[in-house]
């Protein structure tokens, strides 16, 4: 009793206080509760693969955004995850509680290599050097078919959960404790430094702060949360193939995550959430199925043009004010900070 | 088969520096990473399908036609898309990735996803060094010299080229001593569409057409640019040929590994980024603000 | 253009099946339609010929008041599912789904690109569906079905035949050719390069290579492999032509097809180019060569030669409506017309019970006779499945294979032509 009344304290106190706080509990709640409310398969097929490309769409945040290295091969961590979880699967049949995790940390382990020779490089330079890793996979798992399937992939991998609801909620859950963990590091001291090494790399190591190291974090990170990702989405759809290394999924990343806001964490999530279903619906009506990617581009594009930080900075900076004195956000409807009482006007 | 080799290098790399030229240029003189460079590139190609068979001009009428058109809508990308939101790095990233991605849709839908060729303008092989080369080849070597001595003359020859040079080192400073710096970025963009221009119209009848013919290249480009340094226009030339025998010696060293040669190229670009990360030709632009 | 009105009078049909209540459907029509899927990428002709095939199908079997379903006859309504696989395999498997839980499609039909194509075959068994292939090759599918029957017993497949059957075939007719050119040109070791795409569907193309071909009395000069999605052949031409190889035999899906024909013509590589390669089996490679494309061959399923007696007729309807030649996806006709039949002999559209009488179909179809082996595959031997070899000489696509083989010949194949280039030396 005592537990439930603090804890509704909290939520009044620091939660309903925030639009944009409220706006994060409605969504973790209706998540958790869409299958009292439907369990139509493909419903829960779309928002299942929201859920991965989320999580995807966040490391590329926490590695392009927040530390500045603007990653162009973020499909290198997503099928590094992918292939490794199928490798173990397929070959020596390990169940997919244990593959996927190990799949992440080969992911984990192929981000930290990728982050080496990136360690010398800056800017696009660096971007254009990192869309270069997952062409080199896919080139060695080409080179060895009998490995890795060739272009068909592995196939046939073991299902993680064998009902859909169950499926559901592994990825829901997944979802929301990687995203809240990855927002946890970008709140913390790590994540600061990582904001540090963006603004300006030289101060920060003149201030004695040991950047590559920090750099390296990012992408190890970065490729731990896409490993996850890549390992789930292999079990759930049972091919891991080399589309999961494509060109294309790593512009996806960067489009979800753009459009939805970099440095947040919370932005890419809402841009998969919103462009994922969107594209999803519009293949539900005749023609505009057929030029859905042509819609999707152009969305974008629009959106951009009045929102260049992203939708999420801009709804946010809607409904919010952020206190000149203090820092501290308050809801837009508001006179005064509601922490320093400053005037807001 | 060295022989072989070495023309078949030529070939290669002379197709690919035209590519990866105009790519450095806008970047060099904008600090700008155009995908839709790619793009142009793709939509020349078409430009010239369309005005040979379906408007039945003759190629010396079409391939000026398309380049002069893929320069408008170059500037028009420019103007439209890159201009606005270009305080903000990732925002003309991908913008220009979202613009391709329509230019994509737009020739698929209606061309299709069919591979599609262009006729044949310039029918008829040589024998150099013992070893055949078409019309067609010689063609756009001749033609990608041009392009490159062009592009050389306005450079050092012309006082816009000045301007786009000195651009290039120091925005601020050539601002400063009272260039037009919007201007010079408008005509670094038009030469830039020129080249990409160039490139889809004359390389396209050497191999297949298809809406997803600009990833490919991109690749390179962004291979080549990086091993050369990123905005340096001689880098991009030398590595553009370094990449093009790199490819040439995988598939006549190693025939059964043909399929490897983009792999094995962007493998030598990382080796190079470990050993010289501002490229080979890049100026290590330590504390640029 | 005919194709364009018909899309729009499908699209029109799909719309209305989406958006008219279901009385007000039952209204309209006698009965509930039997609804297909036909799934494959839409913007490309794998999927448009898919779509083609199965659309000729349906309109004969609506003009005949419809499909026997027990007492009632229920027309056939097909169901234009999109899977944009070539540009993004994800998109595969949520279109196969989304037809199957929104449109309840009752059978799909269709498929291309390998690696969604199994995404497919999952989720189709997942829904217990009929799910019949008509455009990937891989052994893998069929070998799932012999693995484990009561999970992928949904599946089968018309065309084409599993790869390591393709290849077989393809050996058969490099025999005939190599005799031809000994006899021909006088040579006395024919020299073969082999030219296949790195791809898991070559790669018993490639080891058959290596072990047959010196078997055969043949020499063995080169093994070549690009990428795939490679649209530049010129260095491995040339590379090729070094070697002095009058054959290169190749296995190509993907656009280096196109690639091929246009730098061996532009080159003069003194060669005959034969093997399978599917852009050279579409009507659009001549021009796409730029008529560099002479002389190249090809294993194919359809054209001007009389398969079975169902092939001309359906070739020359198939031509009127849509101005060109079927590919093979285009035997989505054969697979909505096995199934109707299959419908009708088990009375009812439950995939179930549907299969059991799938399985034993033994039926003329359009380019074969249809009768399923134990890996739900059509069964690929004489008499049952031949396929065509087919040479492009001076625009015409024309087949010249199976001529005598196995005492096989078809109505209509002409002999095969050396290219005048490799007489000149």
């Given at each position: 009793m005592r537990w439930l009344r603090r804890g509704w304290r909290f939520v009044r106190g620091e939660v309903l206080v925030l639009p944009s706080r409220v706006l994060v509990l409605a969504f973790c709640l209706g998540l958790l509760a869409l299958p009292l409310l439907t369990r139509d398969p493909y419903v829960l097929r779309v928002v299942i693969l929201s859920c991965l490309f989320a999580i995807f769409a966040a490391s590329w945040d926490l590695v392009s955004g927040y530390s500045g290295q603007v990653s162009l091969g973020q499909a290198l961590y997503f099928g590094a995850g992918a292939y490794g979880s199928a490798l173990l699967n397929h070959h020596l049949g390990w169940t997919p509680w244990v593959t996927i995790p190990a799949g992440a940390l080969l992911a984990t382990?192929?981000?930290?290599?990728?982050?080496?020779?990136?360690?010398?490089?800056?800017?696009?330079?660096?971007?254009?050097?990192?869309?270069?890793?997952?062409?080199?996979?896919?080139?060695?798992?080409f080179a060895l078919p009998?490995?890795?399937?060739?272009?068909?992939?592995?196939?046939?991998?073991?299902?993680l959960v064998r009902s859909r609801v169950g499926f559901y909620y592994v990825a829901v859950v997944t979802m929301l404790v990687s995203v809240f963990a990855m927002w946890l590091v970008g709140d913390s001291n790590t994540g600061l430094l990582f904001h540090a090494i963006r603004e300006d790399e030289t101060a920060a190591r003149a201030s004695g702060i040991d950047t590559p190291r920090y750099r390296l974090t990012a992408f190890a990170l970065a490729g731990l949360f896409g490993g996850v990702a890549g390992g789930l989405y292999a079990h759930f759809v049972r091919v891991a193939g080399p589309s999961t290394l494509e060109v294309t999924l790593s512009f996806q990343a960067v489009i979800w995550g753009v459009f939805g806001g970099v440095a947040t964490i919370y932005g890419p999530v809402a841009g998969v959430f919103l462009l994922y279903p969107l594209t999803e619906l519009l293949a539900l009506v005749p023609w505009l199925g057929e030029h859905r990617l042509l819609i999707f581009a152009l969305v974008v594009l629009v959106i951009l043009r009045v929102m260049p930080q992203g939708v999420a900075h801009w709804v946010r900076d809607r409904i919010e004010r952020e206190c000149r004195r203090c820092k501290a956000r308050t809801v837009a409807t508001r006179a005064a900070c509601r922490v320093c009482g400053a005037d807001l006007r | 088969m060295l022989r072989s080799l070495l023309v078949t290098g030529l070939v290669n790399g002379a197709i690919y520096a035209l590519l990866a030229l105009g790519f450095s240029l806008i970047f060099g003189v904008a600090r700008i990473v155009n995908i839709a460079y790619a793009g142009l590139y793709m939509l020349a190609a078409y430009l010239v399908y369309i005005l040979l068979n379906v408007a039945g001009l003759p190629a010396p009428a079409a391939v000026p036609l398309a380049v002069a058109a893929t320069v408008v809508l170059g500037l028009a990308v420019y103007r439209l898309v890159i201009e606005p939101v270009r305080e903000h790095e990732s925002a003309v990233l991908i913008s220009t990735i979202a613009l391709t991605l329509i230019f994509q849709e737009l020739v698929l839908a209606a061309f299709g996803g069919n591979f599609l060729g262009n006729p044949v303008w310039a029918d008829g092989i040589v024998e150099v060094l013992g070893v055949t080369v078409t019309y067609q080849q010689l063609l756009s070597l001749g033609?990608?010299?041009?392009?490159?001595?062009?592009?050389?003359?306005?450079?050092?020859?012309?006082?816009?080229?000045?301007?786009?040079?000195?651009?290039?080192?120091?925005?601020?400073?050539?601002?400063?001593?009272?260039?037009?710096?919007?201007?010079?970025?408008?005509?670094?963009?038009?030469?830039?569409?020129?080249?990409?221009?160039?490139?889809?119209?004359?390389?396209?009848?050497?191999?297949?057409?298809?809406?997803?013919?600009?990833?490919?290249?991109?690749?390179?480009?962004?291979?080549?640019?990086?091993?050369g340094g990123l905005g340096s226009l001689k880098g991009s030339l030398i590595a553009a040929f370094v990449i093009g025998y790199v490819e040439a010696a995988t598939v006549f060293l190693l025939p059964s590994g043909s399929f490897l040669k983009g792999a094995v190229a962007l493998t030598i670009m990382v080796g190079v980024l470990l050993l010289r990360p501002e490229g080979l030709f890049g100026v290590a632009f330590e504390e640029e603000r | 253009m005919p194709s364009r009105s018909l899309h729009a009078a499908a699209l029109v049909l799909a719309a209305a099946a989406l958006l008219a209540a279901p009385p007000l459907a039952r209204a309209e029509a006698k009965a509930d339609p039997i609804k297909i899927g036909i799934v494959g990428p839409m913007a490309f002709i794998q999927g448009e010929d898919a779509w083609n095939g199965a659309s000729l199908a349906a309109d004969q079997l609506n003009a005949a008041g419809g499909v026997q379903v027990g007492a009632v006859k229920r027309p056939v309504l097909l169901v234009k599912v999109d899977t944009n696989e070539i540009l993004n395999v994800g998109d595969a498997t949520n279109a196969l789904e989304r037809a199957l839980t929104r449109d309840k499609i009752d059978f799909a039909v269709g498929g291309f690109r390998s690696e969604a194509a199994l995404a497919m075959q999952e989720v189709a068994a997942d829904a217990k569906k009929i799910f019949i292939v008509t455009g990937a090759s891989l052994d893998k599918m069929s070998a799932n079905v012999v693995a484990d029957y009561e999970r992928y017993k949904y599946w089968f497949r018309i065309l084409p035949p599993r790869s390591s059957d393709l290849v077989k075939a393809s050996y058969a007719m490099l025999g005939a050719i190599a005799a031809q050119v000994k006899a021909e040109l006088g040579v006395p070791v024919v020299k073969v390069a082999v030219l296949a795409e790195k791809a898991a569907w070559t790669e018993g193309f490639v080891k058959a290579a290596q072990a047959n071909i010196p078997k055969m009395g043949m020499e063995l000069v080169g093994v070549f492999q690009p990428s795939a999605t490679a649209t530049d052949v010129g260095p491995d031409l040339t590379a090729i032509k070094a070697t002095g190889a009058h054959l290169v035999f190749t296995a190509v899906s993907g656009p280096m097809g196109v690639a091929l024909g246009r730098q061996a013509g532009e080159l003069r590589l003194p060669a005959i180019v034969f093997g399978i390669n599917v852009e050279a089996q579409k009507e659009t490679f001549w021009k796409s060569t730029g008529g560099k494309g002479n002389y190249v061959s090809t294993l194919n399923f359809y054209a001007d030669v009389e398969s079975t007696p169902k092939t001309m007729p359906f070739v020359e309807a198939f031509r009127k409506k849509f101005g060109r030649l079927p590919t093979y996806t285009a035997s989505s006709y054969d697979a909505v017309m096995i199934l109707a039949a299959a419908v009708t002999g088990a009375g009812s559209v439950s995939s179930d019970l549907v299969v059991p009488v799938l399985e034993k179909t033994d039926?003329?179809?359009?380019?074969?006779?249809?009768?399923?082996?134990?890996?739900?595959?059509?069964?690929?031997?004489?008499?049952?499945?031949?396929?065509?070899?087919?040479?492009?000489?001076?625009?015409?696509?024309?087949?010249?294979?199976?001529?005598?083989?196995?005492?096989?010949?078809?109505?209509?194949?002409?002999?095969?032509?050396?290219?005048?280039?490799?007489?000149?030396?």
């Amino acid at each position: 009793m005592r537990w439930l009344r603090r804890g509704w304290r909290f939520v009044r106190g620091e939660v309903l206080v925030l639009p944009s706080r409220v706006l994060v509990l409605a969504f973790c709640l209706g998540l958790l509760a869409l299958p009292l409310l439907t369990r139509d398969p493909y419903v829960l097929r779309v928002v299942i693969l929201s859920c991965l490309f989320a999580i995807f769409a966040a490391s590329w945040d926490l590695v392009s955004g927040y530390s500045g290295q603007v990653s162009l091969g973020q499909a290198l961590y997503f099928g590094a995850g992918a292939y490794g979880s199928a490798l173990l699967n397929h070959h020596l049949g390990w169940t997919p509680w244990v593959t996927i995790p190990a799949g992440a940390l080969l992911a984990t382990l192929t981000g930290a290599l990728a982050g080496v020779p990136c360690l010398r490089l800056r800017g696009s330079y660096l971007s254009l050097a990192t869309l270069a890793f997952p062409l080199i996979l896919t080139g060695a798992l080409f080179a060895l078919p009998s490995l890795s399937g060739g272009e068909l992939g592995l196939s046939g991998l073991a299902p993680l959960v064998r009902s859909r609801v169950g499926f559901y909620y592994v990825a829901v859950v997944t979802m929301l404790v990687s995203v809240f963990a990855m927002w946890l590091v970008g709140d913390s001291n790590t994540g600061l430094l990582f904001h540090a090494i963006r603004e300006d790399e030289t101060a920060a190591r003149a201030s004695g702060i040991d950047t590559p190291r920090y750099r390296l974090t990012a992408f190890a990170l970065a490729g731990l949360f896409g490993g996850v990702a890549g390992g789930l989405y292999a079990h759930f759809v049972r091919v891991a193939g080399p589309s999961t290394l494509e060109v294309t999924l790593s512009f996806q990343a960067v489009i979800w995550g753009v459009f939805g806001g970099v440095a947040t964490i919370y932005g890419p999530v809402a841009g998969v959430f919103l462009l994922y279903p969107l594209t999803e619906l519009l293949a539900l009506v005749p023609w505009l199925g057929e030029h859905r990617l042509l819609i999707f581009a152009l969305v974008v594009l629009v959106i951009l043009r009045v929102m260049p930080q992203g939708v999420a900075h801009w709804v946010r900076d809607r409904i919010e004010r952020e206190c000149r004195r203090c820092k501290a956000r308050t809801v837009a409807t508001r006179a005064a900070c509601r922490v320093c009482g400053a005037d807001l006007r | 088969m060295l022989r072989s080799l070495l023309v078949t290098g030529l070939v290669n790399g002379a197709i690919y520096a035209l590519l990866a030229l105009g790519f450095s240029l806008i970047f060099g003189v904008a600090r700008i990473v155009n995908i839709a460079y790619a793009g142009l590139y793709m939509l020349a190609a078409y430009l010239v399908y369309i005005l040979l068979n379906v408007a039945g001009l003759p190629a010396p009428a079409a391939v000026p036609l398309a380049v002069a058109a893929t320069v408008v809508l170059g500037l028009a990308v420019y103007r439209l898309v890159i201009e606005p939101v270009r305080e903000h790095e990732s925002a003309v990233l991908i913008s220009t990735i979202a613009l391709t991605l329509i230019f994509q849709e737009l020739v698929l839908a209606a061309f299709g996803g069919n591979f599609l060729g262009n006729p044949v303008w310039a029918d008829g092989i040589v024998e150099v060094l013992g070893v055949t080369v078409t019309y067609q080849q010689l063609l756009s070597l001749g033609v990608v010299t041009l392009a490159l001595g062009g592009v050389w003359l306005v450079l050092n020859r012309t006082r816009l080229g000045v301007a786009i040079r000195a651009t290039a080192n120091d925005r601020e400073v050539a601002n400063l001593m009272g260039m037009n710096v919007r201007r010079v970025e408008l005509w670094s963009a038009a030469l830039s569409a020129a080249l990409a221009g160039v490139a889809g119209a004359v390389v396209a009848p050497l191999a297949v057409i298809d809406p997803l013919m600009w990833q490919a290249p991109l690749v390179n480009i962004l291979a080549i640019v990086v091993v050369g340094g990123l905005g340096s226009l001689k880098g991009s030339l030398i590595a553009a040929f370094v990449i093009g025998y790199v490819e040439a010696a995988t598939v006549f060293l190693l025939p059964s590994g043909s399929f490897l040669k983009g792999a094995v190229a962007l493998t030598i670009m990382v080796g190079v980024l470990l050993l010289r990360p501002e490229g080979l030709f890049g100026v290590a632009f330590e504390e640029e603000r | 253009m005919p194709s364009r009105s018909l899309h729009a009078a499908a699209l029109v049909l799909a719309a209305a099946a989406l958006l008219a209540a279901p009385p007000l459907a039952r209204a309209e029509a006698k009965a509930d339609p039997i609804k297909i899927g036909i799934v494959g990428p839409m913007a490309f002709i794998q999927g448009e010929d898919a779509w083609n095939g199965a659309s000729l199908a349906a309109d004969q079997l609506n003009a005949a008041g419809g499909v026997q379903v027990g007492a009632v006859k229920r027309p056939v309504l097909l169901v234009k599912v999109d899977t944009n696989e070539i540009l993004n395999v994800g998109d595969a498997t949520n279109a196969l789904e989304r037809a199957l839980t929104r449109d309840k499609i009752d059978f799909a039909v269709g498929g291309f690109r390998s690696e969604a194509a199994l995404a497919m075959q999952e989720v189709a068994a997942d829904a217990k569906k009929i799910f019949i292939v008509t455009g990937a090759s891989l052994d893998k599918m069929s070998a799932n079905v012999v693995a484990d029957y009561e999970r992928y017993k949904y599946w089968f497949r018309i065309l084409p035949p599993r790869s390591s059957d393709l290849v077989k075939a393809s050996y058969a007719m490099l025999g005939a050719i190599a005799a031809q050119v000994k006899a021909e040109l006088g040579v006395p070791v024919v020299k073969v390069a082999v030219l296949a795409e790195k791809a898991a569907w070559t790669e018993g193309f490639v080891k058959a290579a290596q072990a047959n071909i010196p078997k055969m009395g043949m020499e063995l000069v080169g093994v070549f492999q690009p990428s795939a999605t490679a649209t530049d052949v010129g260095p491995d031409l040339t590379a090729i032509k070094a070697t002095g190889a009058h054959l290169v035999f190749t296995a190509v899906s993907g656009p280096m097809g196109v690639a091929l024909g246009r730098q061996a013509g532009e080159l003069r590589l003194p060669a005959i180019v034969f093997g399978i390669n599917v852009e050279a089996q579409k009507e659009t490679f001549w021009k796409s060569t730029g008529g560099k494309g002479n002389y190249v061959s090809t294993l194919n399923f359809y054209a001007d030669v009389e398969s079975t007696p169902k092939t001309m007729p359906f070739v020359e309807a198939f031509r009127k409506k849509f101005g060109r030649l079927p590919t093979y996806t285009a035997s989505s006709y054969d697979a909505v017309m096995i199934l109707a039949a299959a419908v009708t002999g088990a009375g009812s559209v439950s995939s179930d019970l549907v299969v059991p009488v799938l399985e034993k179909t033994d039926t003329i179809g359009t380019s074969s006779r249809l009768t399923f082996d134990k890996g739900h595959d059509v069964t690929f031997a004489p008499g049952h499945t031949v396929p065509l070899g087919v040479q492009w000489q001076d625009g015409q696509l024309v087949a010249f294979f199976p001529n005598g083989w196995q005492g096989i010949t078809f109505k209509g194949v002409k002999p095969f032509v050396v290219p005048p280039e490799m007489k000149k030396k």
